[in-house]
Structures are given as structure tokens and as C-alpha cells.
């Protein structure tokens, strides 16, 4: 029950996060994406905020044996870039960089109604089906 309610305060963390960022208004990301228009650079501190964070946090919660609450640590083991992460990629950044948002804002924002992001996020589920069902890795 406690790891629930860890990953229940998580995620709203994160999504008041998220509105203090003003990343669920897709304006403000399309803006800040926008580099030789009308850029808008405040993104960028929300961003280094989190490698601040994490540049503080990663070394201090790695010594530990295991998270607070998991029975172990969820690492990657690939080190390589493949041609699925690259295309993978470049979608996330196409579709973002079309939209406005990326998955968590989405959610975020389409709990609120917005009709832009209610669109946005069958959309995306539909890719995430798609993309699971016919380019999944191949296993042995």
C-alpha cells in the first residue's frame, strides 16, 4: 500500500510540476522549441532545474542497495544507439515539436479538458499500440 501511495504523490509531484512549468500549454513549448522565431528561452531553466536535480540526487540514491520502494533497481543495460532509438527519437521529437506536447504534459493537460490534448493523447496511445504490436524487439 505505501508503494502506491509513493507513486500516487509521484506522479502528482509531477504534474503540479508540470503546470508551475507552464509545460502543459502547448504554446509555451512550441515557443520554446521555435530557436529562429520567436523563441522563448524559459524552458531551458525548468531543464536545467532537473540536471540540477539530478546531478545532486543520482550519486546519493545509486549508493543505496535498493530503492525505498522496489526490491531492486530498474537500469538500462544497453549502451548502444540503434536504428529503433534513433527513429523512436525522432518521432517524439516530430510529434513534439508538431503538437506541443510530449506524454506526461498530455495526460496533464488532457485531465483538464483541453481539446487539443484530447486529441493529442488517443493519438498517442494508438502509436504507443502500434509501435508495440509491429516493431516490438524481437526475442529468442
Known sequence: MIRHIAIALSGLIFAIGLGVSQ?????????????????????????????????????????????????????????????????GGALFGIGWGLAGFCPGPALTTASGGLTSALIFVPAMLVGILVADRFFAPKTA
Open 23 to 87: 509545460m502543459t500549454r502547448p504554446e509555451k513549448v512550441l515557443g520554446f522549441l521555435d530557436i529562429f522565431g520567436n523563441w522563448d528561452p524559459s524552458l531551458a531553466f525548468v531543464m536545467g532545474g532537473a540536471v540540477l536535480v539530478y546531478t545532486i540526487s543520482y550519486p546519493l540514491i545509486s549508493k543505496r542497495h535498493r530503492p525505498l520502494f522496489a526490491p531492486r533497481f530498474y537500469l538500462p543495460t544497453r549502451k548502444d544507439i540503434d536504428k529503433r532509438l534513433v527513429i
